[in-house]
């Protein structure tokens, strides 16, 4: 593991293996890490082709420093472009989970000639706003209002509940994508379970169409939920991931 340095003190975790181009970033999802299931797969397939790879922590995530309820999207934005900058060469195809692929959405739109493709995995772009308007009960709506802060279960690993701030849902507006056209016109590859308590699967549609892209392939997993990492759902992003490379 490697650490990069922030302006204001901060560290951000990666790991990077050197291969051929293009590489593959993988951007973790919200309160997730660079260790789960999806990116650990990517690492060893990337290896065994001799692909460049990279995954890391954002702010306040897994290895990285921070307190992960004092991070943003704009935060989180900052360190992809960070390793995208510093760490990666070449072109990269950006696989984002969840969260990351509200990110990897943001990362084309900032550097568009430096990324290949897109990979979304119940990508979630403005998924702050809705969490503002359909996700928290009216008492944790008054939580925020009121003392800038509320709890939400953890319904994944029985960890500790998620702290959602005001400062998260509030600037997280600033990232929105789903009002107008996204502008990337490279491949894209959505990959979303029908079952997905989270993300609704429409959502990948939604963003399939507002792609500036014509090159958008959806699919819909019937029995897949949110994390899509079992075998079957990670046979299905290997072979993805194929397409995009031929």
Known sequence: MSELSTRDGHTVAYVHHPGTSPGVLFCAGFNSNMQG????????????????????????????????????????????????????EGKQIVVGSSMGGWIALLLSRQRPDRIAALVGLAAAPDFTRRLATQGLSPAQQAAVRDQGYCEIDNCYDDGEP??????????????????????????????????DPDVPWETALNVAQLLESEQVEVTLIKDAEHRLSRPQDLEVLAAGLQRLLQ
């Open 37 to 88: 299931d999806k990116a650990l797969f990517l690492e060893q397939w990337c290896l065994a082709q001799g692909r460049q790879f990279t995954r890391f922590d954002y702010f306040g995530h897994g290895e990285s420093s921070g307190d992960f309820s004092e991070g943003t999207i704009g935060r989180w934005l900052d360190d992809a472009l960070r390793v995208l900058d510093e760490v990666t």
């Open 162 to 195: 998620y702290r959602i701030t005001r400062q998260l849902l509030e600037e997280g507006e600033a990232h929105c994508l789903l009002d107008s056209v996204i502008p990337y016109k490279g491949p894209v590859l959505l990959i979303q379970g029908q079952q």
